[in-house]
């Protein structure tokens, strides 16, 4: 449900005024993404001038910081999906490296068959995802993945979910407000909720959001194992990102 920002003034016990929270400006966007990137350590000088002078029509893309992240979440999807791989209450069973079936290298094969399985698991390890125990089995300790815990995921995560956001508003605005053609976006929003229910409002969005997209990832997961070839040609294939986030305004 989208709430738009009402007016009203409110006041403190003491009777004063509270001030309304001021609108975003341009300026204000600017100098977040600025700051931003001078967070992540990326060289954002002469930032207008430089997006002028790209030619987008034949732009080349730069190497991904972190190539394989699409594949580390697909495979972590199946994992946690596949009956195969589950025991009998439903949790992801560890497995050995090599073998026929059950195995990580089988798993892989399967998931993300043009990726190396040791560097796969080289990636898993790193990042927290897995472990190997003192009889050399695979456990996997998590679905999604920590972006935040490793600086170069922390990256590519973060210029990725602006790129998709943007391109998400950019889509709308340029549609028909009417037509079908509009890409999802709504926003719960509250101009005067109390700070200490902050962290109950985190954990309530950590679970029920955990659970909204583990649903819209299972459906895709499933729809993209149906081998249709006539809709794998070239062109009919399309990149899909589904996201929650919690903001917090400045008081």
Known sequence: MTRLPTKRVTTTKKGNRRAEPRPVSVDDVIGAVVDLFEKLEIDASRLVSRVKALDHNTLITHPRLYPHIAEIGELLTVWHQDPEYLDNCGNPLPIKLRGSRQSFSHLA?????????RILLGQLKRIGAVTIDSGNLIHVHMRSLPVYEDRRLAIEHTLTSLDAFVRTLRHNLDSDPHNADQLFHRIAWNGDFDRKLIPALKI????QGQGFLESFDNWMLRKANVRDRESRRRGKRAQIAIGVYLAVGKQ
Do not use: D, I, L
Request: aromatic share 0%; hydrophobic share 40%; net charge positive.
């Open 204 to 207: 309530k969005v950590r679970s």
């Open 109 to 117: 094969k399967n998931v993300v068959p043009n990726m190396n399985a």
